[in-house]
């Protein structure tokens, strides 16, 4: 400043003591001002008058600056600085302007309050210039008694603290609006008590060591009583979540806890803070440790973001409990088929190589529900899930059906013997006690594919190959289980689609009378003939059809391709010539299955003895009754009926008399070595049989001409074989008809 100036400083800070001193109680802290002058006697007077001021409870601390460079330099060194006395000239014009333009402009605090002196009036700023960086007082040096500066200071500093209140409380809500669009993200009651605790940490800035506390029940699987348990923890360094706590043998933080979920109400002391969460019915403790005590903002914040969480809290537990409907079985509360394979998704993606998947299908589960009613085979399944789940911690249980369990865990308690053991003694269910046993499929690490629903189709294929084996109960997926089954799928699938396509055929094998050597009769046989012209062969697609269902379409077919055969040959003059068709047993599990047929020759108009039905003894063991009753009401229809395969299965010569038979058919494997010495000894009681029956005999398989002498000799009516005719298509059969006429 100009040695000019000196003159006017004389007036500085006029004694005016006449006026009440600006005084509050002091609490022990202090406001950083910054006096920027490049007179070093207006930094002596000015602290001086200022000395005993106290505002808001502080005493003022000061830093010096003698021009406008090192006043920006400390400012940018000490963000802690409230008020900035400057001089508007200093070593410029407007060095003052400069440094309030880096406040503002460049280190963008808007907090920190300005007041601008000068020794000369004709050196104020313009009023936009105040305006646009707001400056918060001007005064010339001449005007400023003590009192006046006293004011100024007091009032500047009053408004920077409630600047930066309404700053704090603006970051905080913004904080708050964050932590409760992500706490919204959490769907697990612990992921939502540790999310809160971090929330916390980062909206009061400090270091926080905490618990998230809440009754167990109906949270913690294992809890069943009304202790408090640690859903989330904070600068706790073990793990303690989902534990007591009791556990951390801490009296002053379990009695806090309580007291505050007692009286439903926040606990604020010194550092040690405890706060109540509550929203639909659902509550919760958050007890937090704090390295300093919490201010007045503070505490508002934290009413504000409890406030905002606290729906959040009741949605959790919504949440969980829809997952837990979505996911969880509720008879064993075991993890169900849904969560089963999610489990398998992380089978699957281990590094675990010791790991095995395994399901565990009880046998005949559906009789004791028939039995002993469904209470009984619930108590049955909730004591099978106890047994599983007793195999060790490290295995994963669920229930993946009505009566199938799904286990993962190492090989060491995932193996037939291990599984096989658990169902050696009984099962108590109620006051019943019983034995069962299971069928077991299992998937090694080694063969499991991603996603986990294809562990499971994997680990399926494996037991029902249990199922269906007599001898071993237990199973291993291997690759080629799958190429297997993945095969018949698309032979399946082929021959649905050639089947409606008409891709299938009824060939002919003739029948004959070994007394006249004329043709009596064909036997109907099914050929597939595939959209490239190459046949696949019966034995292969007839299982296939019968496994699939579409025998009974098929079958269907059939009869009606032989009803208009039996038409076309009467048409052509062979009305003595019969056909024979072969029916499986899903065919005659069907209700509507003999009135199918009976419509189906009254359709067609024909002679209904012109028709014969082949049945094999495994038909007849299947349902003997029902089969039974089909065949009396064919036969009082006139439809003849055959007994395919006699002597190969296992049934009871007695059905032979109960049965409305016709004729009786030996197996070609009978007649095969029928010439050799001792090998003809069946086919020739088979005969003999049929005829003290008073059935027809006819032998097929018949491939030469020593077999026909043996079989004339034996007495048999009929033949058909290689020996004869082949099997051929219909107009190759006709052709063949009108040779032998």
């Not at 809890?223 to 706790?236: M, R």
């Not at 509720?330 to 089978?347: A, G, K, S, Y």
Request: aromatic content about 8%; overall charge negative; hydrophobic content about 40%.
């Amino acid at each position: 400043m100009q040695a000019t100036e000196n003159t006017n400083d004389d007036f500085l800070f006029i004694d005016d003591s006449d006026e009440d001193d600006i005084i509050d109680e002091l609490n022990g802290d202090a406001w950083k001002v910054l006096i920027v002058d490049d007179d070093p006697e207006i930094h002596s007077v000015t602290q001086l008058a200022l000395s005993d001021l106290v505002v808001l409870g502080r005493r003022l601390e000061y830093l010096h600056a003698y021009s406008g460079k090192d006043a920006c330099e400390l400012i940018e060194e000490h963000d802690d600085i409230v008020l900035v006395l400057l001089d508007v000239v200093m070593e410029t014009d407007d060095a003052g302007l400069n440094v309030v333009k880096h406040i503002r402009e460049e280190l963008c605090r808007e907090d920190i309050r300005i007041v601008l002196r000068t020794g000369q009036p004709g050196y104020a700023p313009e009023e936009s210039v105040i305006k646009d960086y707001d400056i918060n007082d001007y005064k010339t040096k001449t005007e400023l008694t003590r009192r006046k500066l006293v004011t100024t200071v007091y009032a500047a500093i009053r408004s920077y603290q409630q600047i930066s209140t309404v700053s704090q409380n603006r970051i905080g809500l913004e904080k708050i609006i964050e932590a409760a669009a992500d706490l919204l993200e959490l769907h697990s009651v612990q992921a939502f008590g540790q999310g809160v605790l971090q929330q916390l940490n980062r909206l009061l800035g400090d270091d926080v060591c905490g618990l998230f506390c809440a009754r167990g029940q109906g949270i913690i699987s294992s809890a069943d009583d009304l202790s408090f348990y640690i859903l989330g923890q904070q600068g706790h360094s073990a793990v303690i979540v989902n534990q007591k706590l009791d556990t951390l043998k801490n009296e002053q933080i379990s009695s806090q806890v309580a007291s505050c979920f007692g009286q439903k109400q926040h606990n604020f002391d010194d550092k040690n803070v405890s706060l109540y969460l509550a929203s639909g019915g659902y509550r919760a403790v958050i007890y937090l440790e704090l390295a300093n005590e919490l201010t007045e903002t503070q505490q508002q914040l934290i009413e504000v973001f409890l406030t905002n969480i606290a729906i959040g809290y009741e949605n959790v537990h919504l949440f969980q409990k829809l997952r837990n409907a979505a996911y969880k079985d509720w008879l064993t509360e075991l993890p169900n088929r849904l969560e089963f394979v999610n489990l398998l998704d992380q089978f699957s993606n281990s590094d675990n190589q010791d790991l095995v998947a395994a399901l565990v299908d009880i046998n005949h589960f559906s009789d004791i529900n028939d039995g002993l009613g469904q209470d009984v085979g619930n108590l049955l399944l909730a004591a099978v899930a106890r047994r599983l789940s007793g195999l060790s911690e490290e295995c994963q249980i669920a229930r993946v059906g009505a009566d199938v369990f799904g286990v993962i865990g190492p090989s060491e308690f995932i193996n037939p013997d291990h599984l096989s053991a658990l169902f050696y003694q009984p099962f108590d269910a109620g006051e019943q006690k019983l034995p069962i046993n299971a069928c077991i499929g299992f998937c090694t690490k080694e063969y499991a594919r991603l996603p986990g629903v294809k562990v499971l189709n994997q680990i399926n294929i494996a037991l029902n190959l249990a199922k269906k084996n007599r001898e071993q109960h237990c199973m291993y997926y291997m690759q080629e289980m799958e190429d297997k089954t993945l095969w018949r799928l698309g032979m399946i699938r082929q021959l649905r689609t050639d089947f409606s396509e008409n891709r299938l055929e009824l060939w002919y094998q003739p029948q004959l009378s070994l007394e006249t050597g004329k043709v009596i009769g064909a036997e109907a046989l099914l050929r597939w003939r595939t959209a490239d012209g190459a046949f696949i062969s019966p034995e292969i697609f007839i299982p296939l059809a019968e496994y699939s269902g579409l025998i009974i379409e098929i079958g269907d077919w059939v009869i009606n391709q032989a009803c208009l055969q039996i038409t076309t040959l009467e048409e052509q003059g062979f009305d003595q010539v019969s056909i024979s068709v072969n029916v499986s047993i899903p065919q005659f599990r069907r209700s509507n299955f003999v009135d199918n047929i009976i419509e189906t020759t009254k359709a067609h108009q024909v002679q209904a003895s012109k028709l014969e039905l082949e049945i094999t003894e495994n038909i007849l063991m299947d349902e003997p009754q029902v089969v039974i009753d089909s065949l009396l009401k064919l036969k009082e229809q006139g439809i003849s009926i055959a007994l395919d395969d006699f002597g190969t299965g296992y049934s009871s010569l007695s059905y032979l008399q109960k049965l409305p038979f016709d004729r009786l058919k030996v197996d070609r494997s009978f007649v095969n070595d029928i010439t050799q010495p001792g090998q003809s000894l069946i086919a020739d009681t088979i005969i003999n049989l049929g005829k003290q029956m008073n059935l027809k005999v006819i032998a097929e398989g018949v491939e030469d001409l020593a077999q026909e002498a043996h079989l004339k000799e034996q007495g048999c009516h009929e033949v058909q074989g290689y020996y004869y005719a082949k099997p051929m298509p219909e107009q190759d059969f006709l052709a063949f008809l009108q040779k032998n006429k």
